[in-house]
T-cell receptor, first 116, second 112 residues
Framework: SQTIHQWPATLVQPVGSPLSLECTVE??????LYWYRQAAGRGLQLLFY??????ISSEVPQNLSASRPQDRQFILSSKKLLLSDSGFYLC???????????????FGQGTRLTVV | SQQGEEDPQALSIQEGENATMNCSYK?????LQWYRQNSGRGLVHLIL?????REKHSGRLRVTLDTSKKSSSLLITASRAADTASYFC????????????FGKGTKLTVNP
């Protein structure tokens, strides 16, 4: 069965420090991978998505970046965190083989990031 | 940018009552999905309705889709305290895009 791992669960980082959040998927191949951010009590903002190794689409210009070094690994990074980067970060995957065929998305349990 | 917008933003009901949440979207879609999020957790897929379907049922869930109005509704019948969560609609953007965008969600509270 497919599983998605996201860590760490919580993170407190000082302003200006680097960030690296990792997400890995098991039990599927060539998934589409996503990073979302959710502010407290708000909806999900799509940050990045990837349809393959090294292919990253950025939705929101900011000081965050994403990389996909392996098929089932998706990393969210920052060189210098801002206070506004605080939030709940969620990784997700889908496996849409064909145009027009859409299946459900599977989410990790999220990382609560607090920048202090 | 947001594709789906849920309404209401918050809903508080008593156990046993029905809860109805609405979602409006802007562009043409292949399907619309509803998800549930317990506080501080990831989202869990509830139900998917395709653009050529008008209504779909799953247990106590009933979803309708009106493509002419670009809207969908999620009905939870005979609600339970355990249904307390936030509910989101999501649409993959048409045209082969892998983008999956979510609305802002409806926070449902079911009081025992």
């Amino acid at each position: 069965s497919q599983t998605i791992h996201q860590w760490p669960a919580t993170l407190v980082q000082p302003v200006g420090s680097p960030l690296s959040l990792e997400c890995t998927v098991e039990g599927t191949s060539n998934p589409n991978l996503y990073w979302y951010r959710q502010a407290a009590g708000r909806g999900l903002q799509l940050l990045f998505y990837s349809v393959g190794i090294g292919q990253i689409s950025s939705e929101v210009p900011q000081n965050l970046s994403a990389s996909r070094p392996q098929d089932r690994q998706f990393i969210l990074s920052s060189k210098k965190l801002l206070l506004s980067d605080s939030g709940f970060y969620l990784c997700a995957w889908t496996n849409w083989a064909w145009v027009g065929r859409s299946d459900e998305a599977f989410f990790g349990q999220g990382t609560r990031l607090t920048v202090v | 940018s947001q594709q789906g917008e849920e309404d209401p933003q918050a809903l508080s009901i008593q156990e046993g009552e029905n809860a109805t949440m609405n979602c409006s979207y802007k562009t043409s879609i292949n399907n619309l999905q509803w998800y549930r999020q317990n506080s501080g957790r990831g989202l869990v897929h509830l139900i998917l309705i395709r653009s050529n379907e008008r209504e779909k049922h799953s247990g106590r869930l009933r979803v309708t889709l009106d493509t002419s109005k670009k809207s969908s509704s999620l009905l939870i019948t005979a609600s339970r305290a355990a249904d307390t969560a936030s509910y989101f609609c999501a649409t993959p953007l048409q045209g082969g895009s892998e983008k999956l965008v979510f609305g802002k969600g409806t926070k449902l509270t079911v009081n025992p």
